[in-house]
């Protein structure tokens, strides 16, 4: 395992990683932006304005607030010290091995499986394009072409996410004008639709607040992604100033681009119109006369699927390479391409064929149980996010007492009011746990991520209680 070594300015990091350092602050920027602008979004806000209604407004804002003090407490610890394992290091220096090992193999676990739910959702819009074409062989086409993408430099996959979330974002602001236009009657054919679908209908809170809660559990994981960035800041060429950068641009641009997707649906359309899973963009787009609004969007969600696959893709190789190198998995995984030609090396290639492995055997779960496999993988990974956020801020607790006695020219990103919005922060993780084994819908994936969590903590604990015994045996 690798010791802690104090920088100049006194923080401790990790040796340097033989990682290339190619990715730039527009890379690490459009990351941030697009790593959550998905299908939970595009597709998934429907089920929640059926239950919340003009409201799911609030649950956004909600949803959104929690995530922007994660990502703030996040923020903090990886300018200060950098890594590719991000809060997995993190939770190992504030906790213990046992929390770095946990987190950082329960991420993994869950970015593989959500890979794998992502290139199965994008297989099934391409085989309504092309029915001729078997959607496992569509799985296994997307998980060929991402493969060989992360195998190259990593400033490729650099690229292909700038242009993937350039893609999405724009389709979101084409949206929002769009949709501000309608509002005010500025369209052709159109009259003023005002605050009219915001009071009718039931009023802003037709469910009540419990339906703005149920709203929060319906939206809240739309928001995971955004911590890839800071697993990529670690191959830019000054880390700590590209995630500060990165993570104060990213959240309040996705908070607005959320947020103000919802408003503008909710007051273009009465919330009564929208269905659970069919999109609310699709809806709003035809209602305002746009041709092939459904075509449109279908577009846009399919690359939205093949963007998260790249980057889920991306984030779980570099959290598994990080595990290897503190001795948490096998030391194969820490081979590195070598540079040729004037070419770059630093590729994790052998993790990142360990962590497509699982992709390619849901090509194999698709061409047995097409029609069942997509829900029983979504329920394994469920509540799995909750749990890493909250390791999050406890390692965010500890760390910055000693940052400050230690290194306090290292804190150049601060979480906000410390240490009172991190103890609020989990507290909010833990209510919606709660909440959501009171809910029929969410509490098979509570459970189920539950069981992930406690197998992977007895692992944890059992490694740590038997590594302390072989270190207390005669000659050792």
């Known amino acids: 395992m690798h010791e802690a070594s104090p920088t100049p300015s006194g923080a401790p990091t990790t040796p340097a990683e033989p990682l290339e350092h190619g990715l730039k602050q527009r890379h690490l920027t459009m990351l941030g932006l697009g790593g959550v602008i998905g299908a939970g979004l595009f597709v998934g806000s429907g089920a929640g304005i059926a239950v919340a209604g003009p409201a799911i407004v609030v649950s956004y804002l909600i949803a959104g607030a929690l995530t922007m003090l994660v990502m703030r407490m996040l923020g903090e610890?990886?300018?200060?010290?950098?890594?590719?394992?991000?809060?997995?290091?993190?939770?190992?220096?504030?906790?213990?091995?046992?929390?770095?090992?946990?987190?950082?193999?329960?991420?993994?676990?869950?970015?593989?499986?959500?890979?794998?739910?992502?290139?199965?959702?994008?297989?099934?819009?391409?085989?309504?394009?092309?029915?001729?074409?078997?959607?496992?062989?569509?799985?296994?086409?997307?998980?060929?072409?991402?493969?060989?993408?992360?195998?190259?430099?990593?400033?490729?996959?650099?690229?292909?996410?700038?242009?993937?979330?350039?893609?999405?974002?724009?389709?979101?602001?084409?949206?929002?004008?769009?949709?501000?236009?309608?509002?005010?009657?500025?369209?052709?054919?159109?009259?003023?639709?005002?605050?009219?679908?915001?009071?009718?209908?039931?009023?802003?809170?037709?469910?009540?607040?419990?339906?703005?809660?149920?709203?929060?559990?319906?939206?809240?994981?739309?928001?995971?992604?955004?911590?890839?960035?800071?697993?990529?800041?670690?191959?830019?060429?000054?880390?700590?100033?590209?995630?500060?950068?990165?993570?104060?641009?990213?959240?309040?641009?996705?908070?607005?681009?959320?947020?103000?997707?919802?408003?503008?649906?909710?007051?273009?359309?009465?919330?009564?119109?929208?269905?659970?899973?069919?999109?609310?963009?699709?809806?709003?787009?035809?209602?305002?006369?746009?041709?092939?609004?459904?075509?449109?969007?279908?577009?846009?969600?399919?690359?939205?699927?093949?963007?998260?696959?790249?980057?889920?893709?991306?984030?779980?190789?570099?959290?598994?390479?990080?595990?290897?190198?503190?001795g948490e998995a096998p030391r194969g995984l820490l081979k590195v391409s070598g540079g040729s030609r004037g070419k770059p090396g630093g590729v994790p290639r052998r993790a990142v064929l360990a962590s497509v492995t699982f992709g390619f055997v849901s090509v194999l779960l698709n061409l047995l149980w097409p029609d069942t496999v997509f829900l029983y993988m979504l329920n394994s990974v469920g509540a799995v996010l909750l749990f890493v956020w909250a390791l999050i801020a406890a390692s965010q607790l500890r760390l910055r007492a000693r940052l400050e006695r230690e290194a306090p020219g290292a804190l150049t990103l601060r979480m906000w009011c410390f240490p009172y919005l991190t103890w609020l922060t989990l507290a909010g993780l833990l209510g919606v746990l709660l909440l959501m084994l009171t809910d029929a819908d969410a509490r098979s994936q509570v459970l189920w991520s539950a069981g992930a969590t406690a197998l992977v903590l007895m692992v944890a604990v059992g490694r740590q209680r038997r590594e302390r015994k072989n270190s207390a045996l005669p000659g050792r």
């Open 77 to 326: 610890m990886s300018a200060a010290m950098p890594a590719s394992g991000s809060f997995s290091v993190h939770a190992e220096r504030a906790l213990g091995r046992w929390a770095g090992f946990s987190v950082g193999w329960l991420y993994w676990f869950l970015l593989v499986v959500v890979l794998a739910v992502e290139a199965t959702a994008a297989a099934q819009i391409a085989h309504g394009w092309v029915p001729a074409v078997e959607p496992w062989v569509w799985v296994l086409l997307f998980m060929v072409v991402f493969t060989a993408a992360n195998l190259t430099a990593v400033r490729n996959f650099g690229e292909f996410e700038f242009w993937f979330a350039s893609l999405k974002v724009g389709a979101i602001v084409v949206f929002l004008g769009l949709g501000v236009l309608a509002v005010l009657g500025w369209l052709p054919d159109t009259d003023p639709v005002g605050m009219t679908n915001l009071t009718g209908q039931g009023g802003f809170l037709p469910n009540g607040w419990g339906g703005v809660v149920s709203g929060v559990l319906t939206v809240v994981f739309a928001f995971g992604g955004l911590e890839v960035v800071t697993i990529a800041a670690a191959e830019t060429d000054d880390p700590a100033r590209a995630v500060g950068r990165a993570v104060r641009s990213a959240v309040v641009r996705i908070l607005f681009f959320y947020v103000g997707s919802m408003l503008v649906i909710v007051t273009v359309l009465p919330w009564t119109a929208q269905q659970a899973g069919l999109s609310p963009y699709v809806k709003v787009l035809d209602s305002i006369g746009v041709p092939s609004a459904g075509q449109t969007m279908n577009i846009v969600v399919f690359v939205a699927l093949l963007s998260a696959l790249n980057a889920n893709l991306y984030g779980s190789s570099r959290m598994v390479f990080s595990l290897a190198e503190r």
